[in-house]
């Protein structure tokens, strides 16, 4: 039987690797299939992974119905046995429930490829509604890991070295946690643990704050206080 399952994981684990190595596995069993992506980082009509592979694939605008493309092409003789369908966290509710019609109605298997939440940790409509409606929910297992080396369950945005908690929803970026963005309005992104992320302790701060991103420090409260200012008995 067809299922419609959602591969969900932070940034960084993994997850358009696996859709990559997904398409490859049932290919080359002889099953066809399509490929939708939405907002890649590499541009449009492309599925593209951080270790350097890519794919083209069918670009999800917000006015795209699935059902009715696959129906198209289903109508038209085209075999279409299942669906990689990446960037999923950005697709709407609407979008997400065509795909679901289309494993019951059509018997095609749909694998969704997403991250569950934004930089707020607040879920993605798409990914709500995925949680809500698959078949199966699978956390990847690779784990993307904090500067402190704890495991990352947080994405964090990061505008010009600042780590921020407002703005719109969905804004494209990348991730360097590493190197201090030197352009006006530079979009990045970080993988967290929780405690980092409630104290607002990027990797940028903590070497700011002189402390390694190898250590784990017992307290790191002190890096969010303001400086003691000077008096002559120092």
């Known amino acids: 039987m067809a299922e419609l399952v959602f591969f969900s994981g932070t940034m960084d684990c993994g997850k358009s690797t696996l859709a990559l190595q997904m ?3 049932h290919a080359a069993r002889g099953r066809v299939g399509l490929i939708f992506t939405k907002m890649d980082r590499a541009g449009s009509n492309v599925l593209s992974s951080r270790l350097g592979l890519s794919t083209g694939a069918l670009e999800v605008h917000d006015d795209l119905d699935l059902w009715d493309t696959v129906v198209e092409r289903a109508t038209a003789g085209q075999r279409v046995d299942y669906l990689v369908c990446d960037e999923a966290q950005f697709y709407s509710t609407a ?5 679901a019609r289309i494993v019951d109605e059509m018997e095609v298997d749909v694998f969704a490829f997403g991250i569950t939440a934004d930089f707020k940790t607040q879920l993605f409509p798409g990914s709500k509604r995925l949680i809500e409606l698959a078949d199966r929910v699978q956390v990847l297992q690779v784990e993307a890991l904090c500067w402190c080396g704890r495991r990352g ?3 964090a945005r990061i505008v010009d070295g600042v780590m921020v908690v407002e703005g719109d929803q969905v804004v494209v970026g990348d991730t360097n946690p590493i190197v201090t963005p030197s352009e006006s309005g530079v979009v990045e992104y970080e993988v967290l643990c929780r405690r980092h992320y409630m104290r607002r302790m990027t990797a940028h701060a903590a070497r700011a704050a002189s402390l390694s991103p190898e250590v784990l420090p017992f307290d790191l409260d ?3 206080l303001p400086p003691r200012p000077i008096t002559q008995s120092d």
């Open 23 to 25: 398409d490859h596995n």
């Open 95 to 99: 979008q997400v429930e065509q795909l």
């Open 153 to 155: 369950t947080t994405n």
């Open 222 to 224: 002190v890096c969010a």
